[in-house]
């Protein structure tokens, strides 16, 4: 059954009556009941607000990213600088891991 198919649908041509999952929302944390075993927010509101946090996490992530190239073209074989510049790739990457089920910057 998708998400669009009413819940009464079981009643008017025998498919069989949806089963619900209880879910907890990523954003809000409300317990709500999803027709999808996956589903991980409560509402649209919520899903958009998601959005719209992954997409300035992107955008903040990009711009670190490359703020730590710029260390690397400065470094140039300052090894000390170099290791820094590693660190500061590594303390992105875990950060991110923290907050988010996927990442491709
Ligand atoms: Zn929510």
């Not at 079981?10 to 999952?21: E, F, K, Y």
């Not at 929302?25 to 999803?34: E, L, Q, R, S, T």
């Not at 719209?52 to 710029?70: D, L, N, V, Y």
Request: net charge positive.
């Amino acid at each position: 059954m998708d998400d669009y198919t009413p819940k009464w649908q079981h009643l008017a041509d025998g498919t069989p009556a949806s089963v619900t999952h209880n879910r907890e929302c990523k954003v809000c944390g409300h317990g709500f009941n999803a027709s999808r075993s996956d589903a991980k927010y409560c509402s649209q509101n919520c899903r958009k607000a998601q959005s719209r946090k992954s997409e300035k996490m992107k955008r903040e992530t990009k711009k670190a990213i490359h703020a730590i190239e710029e260390i690397r073209t400065i470094a140039g074989d300052d090894k000390k600088l170099l290791a820094l510049a590693a660190r500061l790739e590594d303390e992105i990457f875990v950060t991110l891991a923290g907050v988010t089920d996927k990442y491709d910057y």
